[in-house]
């Protein structure tokens, strides 16, 4: 499990929303690239109905570790790959270099429109937990 402290922001009737700070802890974390928290602060929507929790009230965030991987591998991995593949398939059909790569460049556009499209599908898959910190 990927956890983090952070501070309850926002409440609303069917989500809490959780202010995440950068700790010292981080920089050793092994998990620092996949979780995105390693720069600066993140606020992270949790869907959840418990009315316990208050405004200003310090909770444990956590994440499935391998949730975090499909994270990396959507934000990172899968678009370095459609990159690479394109260049090489213009590039093998003719194109020069340089056309090859802002067409190969043009193509993360749909990539990106696609996950946008299907970001509350997606959203519904990364489920955060939430306690209350007990220090």
């Known amino acids: 499990m990927i956890e983090h402290v952070g501070v309850v922001n926002e409440i609303t009737s069917n989500s809490i929303f959780v202010k995440l700070n950068v700790e010292s802890a981080c920089s050793g974390c092994h998990a620092k690239n996949v979780c995105g928290v390693d720069s600066g602060t993140k606020i992270i929507e949790i869907i959840s109905n418990d009315k316990s929790y208050h405004i200003g009230e310090y909770v444990n965030v956590k994440l499935k570790e391998s949730l975090g991987m499909k994270a990396l591998f959507l934000g990172y991995i899968m678009p370095f790959i459609v990159i690479v593949s394109a260049l090489f398939v213009f590039i093998f059909a003719g194109l020069s270099e340089g056309l090859a790569g802002i067409f190969a460049i043009l193509l993360l556009i ?21 306690e209350k910190n007990k220090n």
């Open 110 to 130: 749909p990539y990106y429109v696609v996950l946008y499209f299907f970001k509350n599908k997606i959203k519904r898959e990364f489920d955060f937990k939430i």
